[in-house]
């Protein structure tokens, strides 16, 4: 999905949290370090892709349980089914963390 973070006089900015929220996404994949520190600030998880870990845009952010890193397009998919699977054994309302990590197979 592709919004209208940046705003102008005739369309307000929106946040790529609220983004999230008005169509009740909780996982956000984003290049840029600043929208997922600002996505996990705001409760949801965030997967910081960083392709083949050449974008040195976005080195200044470590993954916390929240907001982890995606080197390739699979291990960002391996990481959003860990995380379902997760959500979907844990109690409603539980934490929405990332599993721990596991090596790639």
Same mark, same amino acid.
């Given at each position: !999905?592709?919004?209208? !973070?940046?705003?102008?006089?005739?369309?307000?900015?929106?946040?790529? *949290?609220?983004?999230?929220?008005?169509?009740?996404? %909780?996982?956000?994949?984003?290049?840029?370090?600043?929208?997922?520190?600002?996505?996990?600030?705001?409760?949801?998880? &965030?997967? #910081?892709?960083?392709l083949d870990g050449a974008?040195?845009?976005?080195? +200044?952010? =470590? +993954?916390? =349980?929240? $907001?982890?890193?995606?080197?390739?397009?699979?291990?960002?998919?391996?990481?959003? #089914? &860990?995380? $379902?699977?997760?959500? &979907? =054994?844990?109690?409603?309302?539980? +934490?929405?963390?990332? *599993? *721990? %990590?596991? *090596?790639? =197979?």
């Open positions: !999905h592709v919004g209208n !973070h940046w705003g102008t006089d005739a369309v307000a900015r929106v946040s790529k *949290p609220e983004m999230c929220k008005r169509i009740n996404a %909780s996982v956000l994949i984003d290049d840029s370090s600043v929208y997922c520190v600002e996505a996990s600030q705001h409760g949801l998880n &965030a997967i #910081l892709f960083d974008y040195g845009w976005n080195q +200044d952010c =470590s +993954d916390t =349980s929240s $907001r982890v890193r995606a080197r390739s397009w699979p291990e960002a998919v391996r990481l959003l #089914l &860990a995380l $379902r699977d997760a959500q &979907a =054994s844990s109690p409603a309302g539980a +934490d929405r963390s990332f *599993p *721990p %990590s596991q *090596p790639s =197979s």
